[in-house]
């Protein structure tokens, strides 16, 4: 029986139309993401809790020492996170000697504290071997250095209440710490912290005024000092938000002896202080004590 050729064509999936496709779907609205309006810059995950003022807006400012073993790495990265946020702070190493990385493991490059310059360390370092300095790091650390400080000083060696003038005049963070104490030291390893702590009592506490010693512990390393800089401008933050509230309720009579009721009052708050900042960079364990210059 003969069939129409056209009703075949027709029938012929290869030849047949395919079917629109169907409209797509109405675009969504977006919503425009807003950031946190009380964030701190430094935190590990972007959000602090609170809206704490800074002391560049002209309050009061507690007064910041840093330490780590050579005054090069964590506490210089420190002193400068510290000053750049308008805090009074000044930095100093424990060890006997600054010992920076050399060819090898065995031959360190070894500096007196409180003579030689990061700027002579930088040039020395440079004229040595300036491609392998600049590739682990010790040149670029330098240069940050040098624009910080004029050298790395030594705890030990530290006369506390003796006038920090002259040469020291140009530090960042001198601004406010010319009286030579300060309320807080902050070390980046425990050794440091112990040898602090253990050089306060040989000190025999001459000026009778109460210093918080913390540690935050902080491997030895670029990245790892980096961030320690921004957790201990988190601490310092909370710190001075504290004293601030407590010189407004108690009033600010007896604060630079150490004695009175707000003094008392920020002292009594330091450790749950430290624990709530603990909990925000639970990666950097600390330890408190309260020591006396």
Avoid at 51 to 70: H, I, M, Q, W, Y
Avoid at 90 to 103: D, E, K, M, N, Q
Avoid at 173 to 198: M, N, P, Q, Y
Wanted: proline share 9%; glycine share 8%.
């Amino acid at each position: 029986m003969a069939s129409d050729p056209r009703l075949a064509r027709i029938s012929d999936p290869r030849t047949s139309t395919p079917p629109h496709p169907p409209p797509p779907p109405p675009p969504m609205e977006e919503t425009p993401q807003q950031e946190p309006s009380d964030a701190v810059a430094g935190t590990p995950n972007g959000t602090v809790q609170d809206s704490r003022l800074r002391p560049e807006d002209g309050g009061f400012k507690l007064k910041f020492c840093t330490v780590c073993a050579n005054n090069q790495n964590r506490s210089m990265e420190a002193h400068l996170r510290l000053s750049l946020a308008s805090y009074p702070v000044i930095s100093f190493g424990t060890g006997s000697l600054v010992r920076l990385p050399g060819p090898s493991i065995t031959q360190p490059n070894v500096y007196p504290f409180n003579v030689i310059s990061y700027d002579q360390m930088y040039s020395e370092l440079s004229a040595k071997d300036s491609r392998l300095y600049r590739a682990n790091g010790l040149l670029t650390m330098l240069e940050r250095n040098r624009g910080v400080k004029f050298a790395p000083e030594r705890w030990q060696d530290w006369p506390v209440g003796k006038p920090r003038l002259d040469k020291y005049k140009q530090d960042k963070g001198s601004k406010g710490s010319e009286g030579g104490v300060v309320d807080v030291v902050i070390t980046c390893e425990e050794r440091c912290w112990d040898a602090v702590v253990d050089n306060l009592l040989e000190r025999g506490s001459p000026l009778n005024r109460p210093v918080h010693v913390i540690n935050v512990d902080i491997k030895d390393n670029h990245e790892e000092g980096l961030i320690g800089g921004s957790a201990i401008l988190d601490l310092a933050d909370s710190l001075n938000s504290a004293a601030r509230e407590e010189r407004e309720k108690n009033g600010e009579g007896g604060w630079v002896d150490g004695v009175g009721d707000a003094r008392t009052g920020f002292d009594q708050r330091v450790p749950e202080i430290l624990a709530e900042w603990q909990e925000r960079w639970p990666n950097l364990a600390a330890l408190w004590t309260l020591g006396w210059f």
